[in-house]
């Protein structure tokens, strides 16, 4: 009987204490979790699949894409399912031309923005312009991050006509680098590609004796009980998150140093960017620089409206593009320059 007593005391003290906790939560503005749901329609089809090493890929074809029934953009892929870089008349002009591959996220591939306004294209029709025969391919897909770059740097070695890379780099990759439970969260708001998203067996770099290991791991976010009713157990999720990444951001250093170093020994030319702009992504991009790797700054923050499509989207927009196809076009050239 009196430990009967004690159990319930200690419940009823329990309870006391999550209900303050919860009102100083509330007190302080925090809230549980609501959803922000973002829509996608496509058509014809999703334009990704699934895929083992890169956990997903994109299709081939012609696609409309269509946010929140507002905003529609036309994407058009090519037979190995990357964003085209040139009208299809001058793709024979490129046969036996060096390459400079592009790797990014969808700031890279360029959503929201049609075919000839990413920043891809945009450089080809420079070189096209001031006869330079090098021929741009926009490697970059939604969601893909250093730990993608890692593996596709794979194939670009057994290119030989590959002469620069390009590797837009954001701050938002770092957790993307490990996968984080914050990324897999951010990804519920996408309520029409969740079935697509439960398919996803995606790569990531984990630490083991200080020494990033690629591993994969499902995409899918689980919440926690009462998550999406109480505000103290988002906020615990949140701190859980702050946690995880708290090295995030050395792991994707090392990952982008392995990346670039395999790169380079095979004599191609790897150009670091920060293409978001923000402090944190320029400081990374600067301490790149400081251990010695070629780097570039596009001096332009994208999170500034006149940059991106707000407030429909955050992506940047044709003038930020326009920005990123002159710097580095500047660069390309003075490296040929260098060269010669």
């Not at 994407?75 to 990014?104: F, M, Q, W």
Request: glycine share 4%.
């Amino acid at each position: 009987m009196k430990f009967l007593k004690n159990l319930l005391f200690f419940l009823f003290l329990l309870l006391i204490t999550l209900a303050t906790a919860e009102l100083v939560c509330r007190a302080f503005g925090l809230k549980a979790y609501r959803e922000n749901p973002v829509k996608f329609d496509y058509k014809p089809t999703l334009p990704g699949r699934y895929d083992s090493i890169m956990g997903h890929v994109l299709l081939p074809g012609y696609f409309s894409i269509t946010k929140n029934d507002t905003f529609t953009y036309h994407a058009t892929h090519d037979s190995l399912g990357r964003r085209v870089s040139k009208p299809s008349e001058e793709i024979a002009d490129y046969t036996n031309s060096n390459k400079v591959i592009i790797l990014g996220c969808s700031f890279t591939y360029g959503d929201c923005l049609e075919d000839s306004q990413t920043h891809a294209y945009l450089l080809q029709q420079l070189f096209r312009k001031n006869n330079l025969h090098l021929s741009v391919e926009n490697w970059g897909v939604g969601g893909y991050c250093p730990s993608h770059f890692y593996l596709l740097s794979k194939n670009i070695l057994k290119d030989t006509s590959v002469k620069y890379v390009v590797i837009n780099y954001s701050r938002i990759h770092n957790e993307r680098t490990i996968c984080g439970r914050n990324w897999r969260k951010s990804l519920v708001k996408y309520t029409n590609q969740r079935k697509y998203q439960k398919t996803l067996n995606v790569p990531y770099f984990a630490l083991e004796n200080e020494t990033p290991v690629l591993k994969y791991k499902p995409l899918e976010y689980h919440f926690l009980p009462f998550q999406k009713d109480l505000a103290l157990v988002e906020y615990i999720d949140q701190l859980y998150c702050k946690f995880e990444t708290r090295n995030a951001a050395a792991i994707t250093k090392q990952v982008l140093q392995l990346t670039i170093d395999s790169l380079q020994q095979k004599g191609i030319h790897v150009i670091l960017t920060s293409i978001t702009g923000d402090e944190e992504s320029n400081a990374m991009v600067h301490s790149m620089a400081k251990s010695g790797y070629n780097t570039l700054l596009y001096g332009i923050n994208t999170g500034e409206n006149r940059y991106n499509f707000n407030p429909i989207d955050g992506h940047p927009n044709y003038r930020a593009n326009k920005i990123f196809a002159d710097s580095l076009y500047s660069r390309i050239t003075s490296l040929q320059n260098t060269v010669r």
